[in-house]
């Protein structure tokens, strides 16, 4: 494996990643007063300090965890995508999945009484089972009636919060609470702590676990060369035996059991219980992570924690420095742009060449 490491590919990453953040400071120097200061927030904010006086202390672990847990649930939204993205479907639907995932799960949580380990494992299986049955109706659209599945994603997103909304509103919500919330889950409910000091919990552990089965079910089982035969061209999937149907169906609804544990993450893990404003937006920012990572699972752990570092980087620097919110968001998205657009650049270089080859080729003539 170590072999086949195309090192041209990674130095050109890097470059990008260079660029990409030199053009942050450029934008940093016009809009702060200090403007080394404040880019060197957003570069350092979420690693942890550490201090020898009157021995070893490690200063700033919250900022450390708040790193972790953004990065845990991006790469479980950042899995879900890849599946998708690898059948060449476009899901942009782990919004809601996220939603109805935590829903679920908040109410095994609540009203069904059950042992440590047992109820939390029901909890799991419970949002896994709302995200893959919210995934899988988009699917079965998909594949047996051509619905768009760009336009069927979205409209079951505003179906999803609303549900999501009525139940925590009419039903759910602990009316002894300053806030639209539900009380919250008992201990046996909610993921295990693994750092004391931050809210790093046993979610860690579940998005390794799911980065190594998905990298097992596209790379090693015949499910995932039927992904990828289909991703290729459709119809030599057909020719080839494939029910792509079926593949279809299937890879979103497995897709959405991704984003479900992602809403069970942030409700049994960082939460304790449901809120309004669970984590707005964050379902298609897994979509950011999967392009960054070309769908390859390794690559989505790995974009997951670098998407997750600039995102607490940028909230760091929105609240230590003078740099506001507007232009933290314009400086991550351009990073994001140009890293995600260095695919461009071996394309200018394959066009250039080609020119040189013509030209050379009339000057002989």
């Known amino acids: 494996m170590l072999a086949k490491i195309n090192w041209r590919e990674i130095i050109r990453l890097v470059l990008v990643v260079i660029v990409a953040l030199a053009i942050g400071f450029v934008i940093t120097f016009f809009t702060s007063d200090e403007p080394v200061k404040a880019f060197w927030t957003l570069l350092t904010g979420p690693l942890p300090q550490f201090s020898l006086e009157g021995g070893l202390h490690i200063t700033n672990l919250n900022r450390f965890g708040n790193w972790i847990e953004d990065s845990i649930t991006l790469v479980l939204l950042g899995l879900s995508v890849a599946i998708v993205f690898r059948a060449k479907q476009f899901s942009l639907g782990a919004e809601g999945q996220l939603l109805l995932g935590a829903l679920a799960g908040g109410i095994v949580a609540l009203y069904i009484p059950a042992p440590p380990g047992i109820h939390l ?202 740099v506001t919110r507007e232009v933290v968001l314009i400086i991550q998205a351009v990073i994001i742009l140009l890293v995600t657009a260095e695919r461009l650049f071996p394309a200018f270089l394959a066009w250039r060449a080609r020119r040189l080859l013509e030209e050379n080729g009339e000057a002989e003539a």
């Open 121 to 322: 494992l029901l909890v799991l299986l419970a949002a896994a089972a709302a995200g893959f049955l919210w995934g899988f109706i988009p699917g079965l659209l998909k594949a047996y009636l051509n619905v768009d599945e760009i336009v069927s994603t979205l409209m079951l997103n505003v179906i999803a919060a609303q549900i999501y909304q009525l139940a925590l509103v009419q039903w759910l919500r602990d009316v002894s609470s300053g806030s639209v919330s539900t009380p919250f889950f008992p201990d046996s409910a909610t993921l295990p702590l693994l750092v004391p000091g931050t809210r790093i919990t046993a979610g860690l552990l579940l998005a390794l676990g799911a980065v190594a089965a998905v990298w097992w079910l596209m790379n090693r089982t015949p499910y995932g060369y039927e992904l990828k035969v289909l991703g290729s061209n459709r119809r030599f999937a057909e020719y080839a035996g494939v029910n792509t149907k079926r593949v279809i169906a299937s890879s979103m609804g497995i897709s959405g059991i991704l984003a479900g544990l992602a809403g069970a993450h942030i409700s049994q893990g960082l939460l304790k219980r449901l809120t309004l404003n669970l984590s707005p937006g964050i379902g298609f920012e897994g979509i950011v992570v999967a392009l960054l990572a070309r769908n390859d699972p390794i690559g989505v752990l790995i974009t997951g924690l670098f998407y997750g570092y600039l995102r607490t980087g940028g909230q760091i620097m929105e609240r230590s420095t003078d």
